[in-house]
């Protein structure tokens, strides 16, 4: 979920980070109504609610409409992708499923076969979360050359851009300029003027994603993308659905169990997500998962000689207060940060750069001679490097669509957190309880979906996917962006849910050097033996 927006996997200086979006600040996962039935209560009910949903996703009917059958009978013309190893293909969905005749959305399609020997296992599609990840980028930067060679040996590898990301008739909201304004505007309002600024910029970014595809905006649901994947595993031949999803994918992975139950096949939900939950608990949680992730990270920077928030001794606390006392050093007066086109470190793109490290251990020396740098050096650039990752802004100044997908899917899938300033500053002192240093800023980046263009259809419900064969849910006990609880949460409302729970830090657990985990999925994948309940690992 991001905090402003999951499974991805990002190069951040020389360290592989899963920089997955489930964003508190756009996180609204839960489902639309579009093509399948909740009765959640009203939308009202669920914004102005921190209650859990307690009415379930409806399954689909089995048989195919008839007005649908010219979408799952179609034949893909694949070709070379540009990239060794992989096929490419554009895929047509319905835009409207209720209304199939309004038209088309192109949905672009990759695969790499499998390669042997063995047995043939048909095809594993992968999502690495977001929303807005591309999952075809994520399968051709790592799932397609880096899952494990028996897994790939014996699965044709798969993706499909969700609609409105990437590849697949992409979102688009800001241009560069644009977005670098938006990204160091003051998300920590001191007063009402820079409160006006927020909202503004929030306006603003709603304002350009409406202007650019209003009838697209419509129809970018996680039910949709769900209803999707369906058409897809038809056209692939298969008569299950096998999957990996990461963070924001476990929640698409999720609803196909949900409204497919009968075809789901293997399915795997790596950092899962609660549906049950509405988006003001969605991020107030969240917000409490990010602090747990800094704690773990302030205890072990104190035990190091080159900890730049205080020495041996240090507690966690004391580091966040230090921490915060940099912020608001910033607040008044950014740093330089060697940028070309002149931007400086804000305090919002500080805090942005300390929370995509808190996604991977793996980037915690990064962050120290990040925060090193910008502390005691008055450089910037370090931290600036790590914002840059998180919103995937290129070195020319542009940005991926991930930011613009992230919000489009989330605010049609949950009414917005709060309606207004003065909601986020009635719950500021809950917010800044869940997390002293990030709160009041995630608190305020819950306000994003109030602007929206577009009206939301989905609702908070839960998941049951009865008569699903067994479902492995995996959850990380510190994990910053899909906090364990979600995971505990889901497994318990899938009938056939499995928990598996992996006791360390980061985002996601498959493939981050846990044998345990690995040999765990890996046979489940394999053979289709799923892990003991409640399994846990380290």
């Not at 095809?123 to 591309?134: A, E, H, M, T």
Request: glycine content about 10%; aromatic content about 8%.
């Amino acid at each position: 979920m991001h905090t402003r927006r999951t499974h991805r996997r990002t190069r951040i200086g020389g360290t592989r980070v899963r920089a997955t979006l489930v964003a508190a600040a756009l996180l609204a996962t839960a489902c639309s109504a579009s093509g399948a039935s909740t009765s959640a209560g009203s939308q009202a009910e669920a914004a102005g609610s921190t209650e859990a949903a307690t009415a379930s996703l409806a399954p689909l009917p089995n048989a195919t409409p008839a007005e649908l059958s010219p979408y799952y009978e179609q034949k893909l013309g694949w070709r070379d992708c540009g990239v060794p190893g992989f096929q490419c293909a554009t895929m047509k969905a319905p835009l409207d499923y209720a209304k199939p005749a309004d038209g088309d959305v192109r949905l672009a399609v990759a695969r790499k076969k499998a390669t042997g020997p063995g047995k043939r296992l048909g095809s594993l599609l992968v999502n690495p979360g977001g929303p807005g990840g591309s999952a075809i980028g994520y399968l051709q930067q790592y799932a397609g050359i880096g899952y494990p060679e028996k897994v790939r040996a014996q699965y044709d590898m798969v993706a499909v851009d969700p609609r409105g990301v990437a590849r697949s008739e992409p979102v688009e909201c800001l241009d560069g300029r644009e977005m670098d304004a938006f990204t160091r505007t003051d998300a920590t309002p001191d007063d009402e003027r820079e409160t006006d600024e927020l909202v503004d910029a929030y306006k603003d970014f709603a304002e350009g994603c409406g202007k650019d595809a209003p009838k697209l905006l419509r129809h970018v649901s996680t039910v949709e993308a769900a209803r999707d994947m369906d058409v897809l595993r038809a056209v692939l031949g298969d008569e299950k659905l096998n999957y990996v999803g990461a963070s924001y994918g476990t929640f698409l992975g999720a609803t196909y169990a949900g409204l497919f139950p009968e075809r789901a096949g293997r399915l795997v939900l790596d950092g899962a997500m609660d549906p049950s939950l509405p988006a003001r608990r969605l991020n107030l949680e969240q917000t409490q998962g990010f602090e747990t992730a800094f704690q773990s990270f302030a205890k072990d920077c104190a035990g190091r000689s080159d900890c730049p928030l205080g020495g041996k001794g240090t507690t966690p606390d004391q580091a966040g207060r230090n921490l915060t006392s940099f912020f608001d050093d910033l607040d008044a007066k950014p740093l330089p940060a060697g940028d070309t086109d002149g931007r400086r470190l804000t305090e919002s793109l500080a805090t942005t750069g300390v929370i995509a490290a808190m996604y991977d251990e793996a980037a915690w020396q990064q962050l120290r001679e990040a925060l090193t740098s910008a502390m005691k050096k008055k450089d910037g650039a370090g931290l600036l490097v790590l914002s840059d990752s998180y919103y995937e802004r290129e070195a020319d100044g542009s940005y991926s669509n991930l930011m613009f997908a992230n919000a489009a899917v989330n605010c049609l899938d949950l009414p917005a957190a709060f309606s207004s300033p003065d909601q986020v500053r009635e719950a500021l002192p809950e917010f800044e309880k869940a997390s002293p240093v990030f709160g009041e800023g995630l608190a305020w980046a819950s306000l994003n979906c109030t602007y929206w263009p577009v009206q939301p259809t989905g609702e908070p419900h839960r998941i049951k996917a009865a008569g699903a064969t067994p479902i492995v849910v995996v959850g990380t006990t510190r994990d910053p962006a899909t906090p364990y609880r979600w995971a505990e949460a889901l497994a318990d409302q899938l009938s056939s849910g499995r928990l598996l729970t992996y006791e360390g830090d980061g985002h996601t657990a498959y493939g981050r050097g846990s044998t345990c985990i690995d040999s765990a999925i890996d046979t489940y994948l394999l053979t289709g033996t799923a892990p003991k309940d409640g399994k846990r690992c380290s």
